[in-house]
């Protein structure tokens, strides 16, 4: 878009309004004006959102998850915990809510947008291909992802067992005598 200034000059704009950001970096989605045209832009990757985050998920180390819960009853949970940290963030304590309606609905819905003609032609606008190996490395540096656990050597966990086997039978056999 573009506005002729009072002195004749030229004001070229562009507002963007991402639906999703994510990189290293990114603090809340995972936080929380446009005028003249608008594009619907995107990677050129649609994708559902939890498929989405299944690599990042996978890639920390956990097991993605299986259970599926209705959209109702996680709308509903969202809505308590809003009715909680209105009162309780108000007069006591005000902390960040775990779940927000708003993130149950943008989670639950699946968003697909192919990018169109006028951005490529008009804007130049070439998608880059991206992975979330970026990501995942960012988070593993910060601290975040399981944690292997240290494997206990099979020979250790045979005396530990023959040291419990026989403090039971001393203590058994202590209790015999008396």
């Given at each position: 878009m573009?506005?002729?200034?009072?002195?004749?000059?030229v004001l070229?704009?562009?507002?963007l309004?991402?639906a999703g950001?994510y990189?290293?970096?990114?603090?809340?989605?995972l936080?929380r004006?446009?005028?003249?045209e608008?594009?619907?832009i995107?990677?050129d990757?649609?994708?559902?959102?939890?498929?989405?985050?299944?690599?990042?998920?996978?890639?920390?180390g956990?097991?993605?998850p299986?259970?599926?819960?209705?959209?109702?009853?996680?709308?509903m949970?969202a809505?308590?915990t809003?009715?909680?940290?209105?009162v309780?963030g108000?007069?006591?304590?005000n902390?960040?809510?775990?779940?927000?309606r708003?993130e149950?609905?943008k989670?639950?819905v699946t968003?697909?947008f192919?990018?169109e003609?006028?951005?490529?032609?008009i804007l130049?606008?070439?998608?880059?291909?991206?992975?979330l190996?970026g990501?995942i490395?960012?988070?593993?540096?910060?601290?975040?992802g399981?944690q292997?656990k240290?494997?206990?050597p099979p020979r250790?966990?045979?005396?530990?067992v023959?040291?419990?086997?026989?403090?039971?039978?001393?203590c058994?056999?202590?209790?015999?005598?008396?």
């Amino acid at each position: 878009m573009a506005s002729t200034l009072p002195d004749g000059r030229v004001l070229k704009t562009c507002a963007l309004r991402p639906a999703g950001i994510y990189g290293e970096g990114e603090l809340r989605h995972l936080p929380r004006i446009v005028a003249g045209e608008a594009y619907f832009i995107s990677d050129d990757s649609p994708v559902n959102n939890f498929e989405f985050f299944r690599p990042l998920i996978e890639g920390l180390g956990y097991t993605f998850p299986k259970l599926k819960l209705p959209i109702t009853l996680v709308y509903m949970v969202a809505f308590l915990t809003e009715l909680v940290h209105s009162v309780v963030g108000k007069y006591i304590y005000n902390f960040q809510p775990f779940l927000t309606r708003t993130e149950v609905y943008k989670s639950a819905v699946t968003h697909y947008f192919s990018n169109e003609e006028r951005p490529v032609i008009i804007l130049g606008y070439n998608p880059q291909k991206y992975s979330l190996d970026g990501i995942i490395e960012h988070f593993k540096k910060k601290g975040h992802g399981r944690q292997k656990k240290k494997k206990i050597p099979p020979r250790f966990l045979y005396h530990l067992v023959n040291i419990i086997i026989g403090i039971m039978f001393a203590c058994f056999n202590s209790g015999m005598a008396t």
